[in-house]
């Protein structure tokens, strides 16, 4: 899927929502566990109520890994599935993956070529050519972390860069003194384009929005941490948004398990549907549809 | 492994190499596809010939999740059979994994719980709640990424720290700007241990080496990109070693491909070999063994 097709899935939803398939065996509902593969049942059950309000669905890998093989086969059966809703729906696996170059290649192989996602979550702390092996697939996305939306962000990716390092890299003096995740997006953007390269920039974080939108203006953004993070979608429409809307804000929890009974899905569609209602009214306050 | 069994074991196989087991199916010797785990029946010889020389292996993950759950199984497979020489083999998911804390808590699992793991490598980019859940697990290890052998490692890795951000976060004014692999290292000290953390400190980089010694005396270092990389044992060994030795030096497609044919694994044998027997100089050198 490209940029033009996804602004397009966007105004017809009418919706900028993610449903993140965090989809943790331990918090499925009971009814579920004794099918032969509990957590696609789940999913697909989450996916058929939510489809109508939702852009993108975004399997976080880790949950399917700690089941090791078996939970490789629920992420297998849960992309193939959504594959068939190919123009309906835009796909991530959240794997924030990033290895050296031969290795990357690997990882984009198993998530382009194999599952067919449209489009992987990635570290950027070993550089260019950790990234760049993924970003050589028509139509297929990297969305490279950016400012996450967790306590731990603070550490790294808030560090400020000295004077003279800016200096020697770019041959002036800036008066700008970059920190790493404004760094990471304005030197990731020399190796792709704005139909192949997206930024994840945390909801908790909405404050930080607006000089992402200086850096970067035109990308889009994959916005975790509203809801159980306790990130405001408002705030994030308002200062994330751009023409091509440019933004995709995700839930996980506060959907998937917002009821644990038997009546998951239907609860899971109610919270979907409160989500993209409000995400109309900012897509119609912007005037995008 | 603790810190005092891995460096017994050590001393015992006169020894720091750490296989990595990168085994792409596409360079695999022919002979073995017919079989019905290509994959594992390679990583098997390859571990059954290099046993006496190595005191670690290092499955790198992307190359098993290339071929989906069929991959894991491989995977499951190779970990249970190195878990059968549970004392004479220091074992680590080469997996670069880090999320937000219950995303972690999940490869955590994954890789110490399920698969039973000694060590994963993961990458510090999402800071302290992404590693810390990791460092929960009775003598299992995080090997964090610190500066790596590739060549994207200039884009973030080397950037330096201003001033005013020294200043800002420990109230005093530094007289060094760190760059942020120092800073990742020294920060990150503060959540384990000499006996729970690890840092990969590519060799291709071996001069940087003493000055991570001036930040991290005694913590043990996983050192990649020694033989096709390009990096020198010899000059690892001089910066690197410490009293407990502290290096793991890995070398993979030099050994594991040192031949594409029926005599593979004996080829594997007589590379491993030689890089022991120049590590066992080292100790020696060192008044280790």
Not at 15 to 23: E, I, M, Q, R, T
Not at 86 to 99: H, L, N, P, S
């Amino acid at each position: 899927m490209n940029r033009e097709e996804l602004f397009n899935l966007i105004k017809k939803k009418k919706s900028f929502l993610c449903v993140g398939l965090d989809s943790d065996i331990d918090k499925i509902p009971e009814h579920l566990k004794t099918l032969e593969d509990p957590v696609f049942e789940f999913n697909k059950a989450i996916i058929d109520a939510t489809l109508p309000y939702t852009v993108a669905y975004k399997p976080n890998v880790a949950f399917y890994e700690s089941r090791g093989s078996q939970g490789w086969i629920s992420l297998e059966k849960t992309i193939e599935y959504l594959n068939k809703f190919q123009d309906e729906v835009f796909t991530i696996a959240d794997a924030k993956r990033g290895d050296i170059g031969n290795t990357s290649k690997m990882y984009a192989k198993t998530f382009f070529e194999k599952l067919d996602f449209d489009a992987i979550t990635v570290s950027p702390y070993m550089g260019s050519d950790s990234i760049e092996p993924f970003l050589g697939f028509d139509n297929k996305w990297v969305i490279v972390l950016a400012l996450t939306s967790n306590k731990g962000s603070e550490d790294f990716q808030m560090m400020k860069q000295s004077y003279g390092d800016t200096l020697e890299r770019f041959g002036i003096r800036s008066i700008f003194r970059k920190k790493l995740y404004e760094k990471v997006i304005s030197v990731s953007q020399n190796w792709g384009t704005t139909d192949n390269l997206m930024y994840v920039v945390g909801a908790t974080k909405s404050e930080y929005l607006t000089g992402v939108r200086v850096v970067a203006p035109d990308h889009f953004l994959l916005v975790p941490g509203v809801g159980a993070q306790g990130g405001s979608l408002e705030e994030v429409a308002t200062y994330g948004m751009n023409d091509h809307c440019g933004i995709l804000v995700n839930s996980s929890r506060g959907i998937i398990f917002a009821s644990g009974e038997s009546d998951f899905a239907d609860v899971a569609a109610v919270k979907a549907k409160e989500l993209q209602e409000k995400m109309e009214q900012s897509l119609a306050n912007k005037g995008l549809i």
